[in-house]
């Protein structure tokens, strides 16, 4: 039998030191691994880079599209009656006029933030405007549409929109009245 001291102990070598228990990597082994770790890399930054919908920028240029459509709509609808109507003709071109300066102030931030909604801008309008009342209705609608936006918004795109409001506002009840 072994004696008890000698029974639980690891094999010593030639040399006093205790044997290595992991065998040594291969050159082989070693490029497998690299490969197996590149590819999980790879792997993890394509996850992260899927679409994961619309970036900020994209939403905020979105906010402002229906502000420049209406600009658009309006300065034509502004151009259109001027020469029907010669008591306000001075007036509806100075729609026109003011309605063309917002909408290339928005079609720029919009072509900041993301230049391929701009092309959505210029959508005519489903029925003409008919009256410089009815014009003046709209211009109504796009300056409480333009405050109600200028409050969700911040920086610049609310200074804008604020501004745009207070001129569609006095457009209505000054020009139109």
Same mark, same amino acid.
């Given at each position: 039998?072994?004696p008890?001291?000698t029974?639980?102990?690891?094999?010593?070598s030639?040399r006093g030191?205790?044997?290595?228990?992991?065998?040594?990597l291969s050159r082989r082994?070693?490029?497998?691994?690299g490969a197996?770790a590149?590819?999980a890399?790879?792997?993890?930054w $394509?996850?992260?880079?899927c679409?994961s919908g619309? $970036?900020q920028?994209?939403?905020?240029?979105?906010?402002l599209?229906?502000?420049?459509?209406?600009?658009?709509?309006?300065?034509?609808?502004?151009?259109?009656?001027?020469?029907?109507?010669?008591?306000?003709t001075?007036a509806?071109?100075?729609?026109?006029d003011?309605?063309?300066q917002?909408?290339?102030?928005?079609?720029d931030?919009i072509?900041?933030l993301?230049?391929?909604i701009?092309?959505q801008?210029?959508?005519?309008a489903?029925?003409?405007?008919?009256?410089?009342?009815a014009?003046?209705?709209e211009?109504?609608?796009?300056?409480?549409?333009?405050?109600?936006?200028c409050?969700e918004? $911040?920086?610049?795109?609310?200074?804008?929109?604020?501004?745009?409001?207070?001129s569609?506002?006095?457009?209505?009840k000054?020009q139109?009245?």
């Amino acid at each position: 039998m072994t004696p008890p001291s000698t029974r639980h102990r690891a094999p010593v070598s030639d040399r006093g030191e205790q044997p290595s228990t992991s065998t040594p990597l291969s050159r082989r082994a070693l490029l497998r691994g690299g490969a197996a770790a590149g590819v999980a890399v790879a792997a993890g930054w $394509s996850l992260t880079a899927c679409d994961s919908g619309p $970036s900020q920028r994209q939403l905020d240029a979105q906010a402002l599209l229906p502000h420049a459509q209406a600009a658009f709509r309006q300065q034509t609808a502004a151009a259109q009656l001027a020469p029907r109507n010669t008591a306000y003709t001075e007036a509806l071109g100075t729609v026109a006029d003011q309605r063309g300066q917002h909408l290339t102030a928005l079609r720029d931030e919009i072509n900041r933030l993301h230049s391929s909604i701009a092309a959505q801008i210029e959508t005519p309008a489903p029925t003409p405007t008919a009256s410089v009342q009815a014009l003046a209705g709209e211009l109504e609608q796009s300056a409480k549409a333009a405050a109600t936006s200028c409050l969700e918004t $911040s920086g610049f795109t609310a200074g804008l929109l604020g501004s745009i409001s207070a001129s569609c506002q006095t457009l209505a009840k000054v020009q139109l009245a």
